[in-house]
């Protein structure tokens, strides 16, 4: 893997803020290219899902989670 420079005024941005240019970056990834899952990344998320919808009230949304991070909670 090659290594990127990140520019110094990106690293200086609040943590809240890098965290939402990653999740814009990585949608801009995702909107570019059908990314495969294995049987294995498969299989969790399907476990994942089935835990989720027999616990629903777990767990947080990503809009609060972005907005924890962003309060710094």
Avoid: C, F, Y
């Avoid at 970056?25 to 049987?39: K, N, P, R, V």
């Amino acid at each position: 893997m090659s290594q990127v420079n990140i520019p110094p005024d990106i690293l200086a941005l609040p943590i809240a803020e890098r965290v939402e240019l990653v999740a814009k970056i990585w949608d801009s990834i995702a909107e570019d290219a059908a990314i495969g899952l294995t049987d294995g990344d498969r299989k969790i998320l399907d476990q994942r899902l089935a835990n989720h919808q027999k616990h629903p009230d777990q767990g947080m949304s990503w809009e609060a989670l972005k907005k924890e991070l962003r309060d710094g909670q």
